[in-house]
C-alpha cells in the first residue's frame, strides 16, 4: 500500500528527507552500499526453499537468491516492524518483500488474515483521523518520561479498497493511526488516481524508521538505515535506464524525475 502525506510537522521539519532535487540526486546524501553487481547475475535461480525460480530473491520465503548471500546489506531496525499484506497483492509487484530480505531480524511479512501481535503496536495508515507521525513521537514521548511506549509498527500492503477491510479488522481497528506527511515518492509505478505523497510502501518504512532515530534515539542521523532503499534505488536507476523518464506516466505530475 501507499502512505498519503500532505504536511509537515513543524517541529520536524528540517529532518525530513524531501524529495526536491533532480532525480539524479534522489538519493544524494544516503549511504546505500553499491548493488553493480546485480547487473552481472545472468538468469534466475531456484530458490532453496520453494524450488520457485527467482533471480535476485524470493518473493514468497523472503530470502536472497545464492548469487546474493552474503553480498548484501543486513539491517537491524531499533522498531520491529510488521507488513500486513492481503493473499491476492502481487508479490513479485510490491516493495514490502525489500524489509524482510534486508532486515530479517527485524520485519516479518504477514499475509491477512493473518495478524501480527498488536500489543504495544501502532498502524502506520493515513486515514483521516490519523496522527501525523512526528507528532505522535514528541506527544508520547512527553507523555511518557521520554520513553517510547510502542515497540512495534504495523504497515499494510494491499490495493485502497482491500487495505480499508484490513484496517477494520477488530484487532487493527483500536490501535493508534498515524501518517508520515510531506513526503514524496520516488515510485516509478504509476498509480492511478494518488497523488505524489502516496509512497511504496518500503519508502514508507524507512520514512518512519529514520523519524523514529531522529526523535527518540538521535537527532543527527547518519545513515544508519539507508540501505532498507538498497533494492529501491536499484530498481530505480533500471528503470531510468529502460525507458525515457519522459514518457513515464507515473512521472508526469513530477517534472523534476523527467529530467
Known sequence: ???????????????????????????????IEDASFLDDIDGRTKCPNCCKS????????????????????????PLEVAIVKHPQEIDGKSTATHGPILAPESVEVYSYPNLPDTQKSILVFPSKDAEDLCDFFERTKSENDGIFPFERVIFIDSTWNQTYRICNDPKLSGLPRVKLNGIESLFWRYQRGNPVTHLATIEAIYHVIVLYHKALINPDYEGDYDNLLYFFKYFFNKIRNIYDPKKLKSYATRPYLQE
Open 54 to 77: 527467482r533471480k535476485f530473491f524470493c518473493y514468497t520465503c523472503y530470502i536472497p537468491m545464492p548469487p546474493l548471500e552474503n553480498r548484501i546489506p543486513q539491517i537491524k531496525l
Open 1 to 31: 500500500m501507499d502512505m498519503d502525506n500532505s504536511r509537515l510537522s513543524e517541529g520536524m521539519k528540517n529532518t525530513l528527507r524531501v524529495v526536491t532535487n533532480a532525480p539524479f540526486h534522489a538519493f544524494k546524501g544516503m549511504k
